[in-house]
């Protein structure tokens, strides 16, 4: 009896391990594709979804999720991206269309948060921010509160935005 409460056990702790964020509102008909899958599924409010799944709202739909971490990600209408890794001590996304905002809880030690779009990548450290990407590439990050580092993917240029303050990002 031990050995099988004990083998329920462990296999209960990888399922959770496995989520890595929870959908807490929808607005209209957002759609999610697991890991290694090509079919779109409807969105629920409060589904589990994992490292590598893809999110994405079409006109008139929105997402917002919490990271197991305690990060807030808002997702805008026209916008698709990817929950790349998020763990205890990274949280990272992809944003190939569209508009995220993102709430990004004070980090600690060498915990990461990172949204990498086609042209730049943005690291930051506890703080308030939106960053979109157009359908030519264009980047734009707005810092609501604390600091952001944009860098550009190419050559690696790296320019900080304060709260209050926005930069963009074109492809070269």
């Given amino acids: 009896m031990k050995k099988l409460t004990l083998g329920f056990v462990f296999v209960a702790g990888l399922a959770v391990a496995l989520q890595a964020a929870t959908i807490t509102k929808i607005t209209g008909n957002p759609e ?14 409060n589904m589990k979804i994992g490292d590598n799944t893809k999110l994405r709202c079409g006109p008139g739909s929105k997402a917002e999720l919490i990271t197991n971490n305690g990060h807030k990600i808002k997702v805008w209408p026209k916008s698709e991206i990817s929950l790349d890794k998020v763990d205890g001590e990274t949280s990272k996304f992809s944003l190939f269309l569209g508009k995220i905002r993102s709430i990004v809880k004070k980090l600690k030690g060498r915990e990461k948060f990172e949204v990498k779009t086609p042209v730049a990548v943005c690291s930051v450290r506890g703080t308030d921010f939106a960053v979109e990407i157009g359908e030519e590439n264009q980047m734009l990050v707005e810092v609501y509160e604390g600091q952001v580092a944009a ?17 963009q990002v074109f492809q070269n």
């Fill in 32 to 45: 999610v594709a697991p890991p290694s899958s090509l079919e779109w599924q409807k969105a629920q409010r």
């Fill in 151 to 167: 860098q550009e993917e190419m050559t690696g240029a790296e320019v900080i935005v304060n709260a209050g303050e926005f930069t």
